[in-house]
């Protein structure tokens, strides 16, 4: 595998990590617990591959509208942002350095670039560049989407004592939600122009995660950082 491809294939999630590292304006993580999170994400890919193929053994791929959408809500897409999950909400969750809501955000976004950042190899390393190119625009959007949605319910969770149970579940099944249907409307073959949903949906989710970037960094300069 060449520079080139392996620079391809890291690129797109390294810069939205800088990207939502430079929304933590006001306090930031320190860089160790940053690059920790991040090899978490790595670390996930594997659990979240056996679990994928063990649950996957166990489905017919015929194209089946049912079929499919089991294999991509219940293996693939809980598989995955399960292994995820586990990290930011029984690791980073109970660091002190976790100490404002972004930091859910910030800490979650490391840990789904790092998935994203390694699952992007195996596949570039099989596919080329033009791999490399079709998942800067569709698979790397896809995990930061999921990323923040994770993280901002979790980074709620943990300064909310009221609804902290409500807001981690939906820190793991909105992810899980958007994953699994992301992924439904790519292997569906039913339909073939139901994929166009997939982007549709990825577009407004981004948009959405934009201003949720964009309210939270507000939310922690005017708070100072602190609850």
């Given at each position: 595998m060449s520079y080139t491809v392996i620079i391809l294939a890291l690129a797109p999630a390294l810069?939205?990590?800088?990207?939502?590292?430079?929304?933590?304006?006001?306090?930031?993580?320190?860089?160790?617990?940053?690059?920790?999170?991040?090899?978490?994400?790595?670390?996930s890919v594997f659990p979240a591959a056996v679990t994928s193929?063990?649950?996957?053994?166990?489905?017919?791929?015929?194209?089946?509208?049912?079929?499919?959408?089991v294999f991509a809500f219940l293996?693939?897409?809980?598989?995955?942002e399960f292994a995820k999950f586990f990290f930011l909400r029984y690791i980073l969750y109970k660091r002190k350095e976790f100490n404002e809501p972004l930091d859910g955000i910030v800490y979650a976004v490391m840990i789904?670039?790092?998935f994203a950042a390694f699952e992007n190899l195996l596949y570039v390393a099989q596919g080329g560049?033009?791999?490399?190119?079709?998942r800067m625009l569709t698979a790397i959007p896809a995990h930061?989407?999921?990323?923040?949605?994770?993280?901002?319910?979790?980074?709620l969770a943990k300064f909310d004592l009221t609804h902290r149970s409500e807001l981690i579940r939906k820190g793991l099944l909105f992810p899980m939600l958007l994953h699994g249907a992301y992924d439904f409307f790519l292997l569906?073959?039913?339909?073939?122009?139901?994929?166009?949903?997939?982007?549709?949906?990825?577009?407004?989710a981004g948009k959405h995660i934009v201003y949720i970037l964009k309210q939270?960094?507000?939310?922690?300069?005017?708070?100072?950082?602190?609850q």
């Open positions: 810069a939205f990590c800088g990207y939502v590292i430079h929304k933590d304006r006001f306090e930031k993580e320190p860089k160790w617990l940053m690059v920790m999170a991040f090899g978490f994400g790595i670390f193929v063990l649950g996957g053994s166990f489905i017919v791929q015929n194209g089946n509208f049912i079929n499919t959408a293996v693939v897409a809980l598989s995955e789904g670039m790092g560049v033009s791999v490399a190119l079709m930061a989407v999921f990323a923040v949605i994770m993280g901002y319910y979790v980074g569906q073959i039913s339909i073939p122009g139901l994929s166009v949903l997939a982007f549709i949906g990825l577009w407004f939270s960094s507000e939310h922690s300069s005017i708070n100072g950082g602190q």
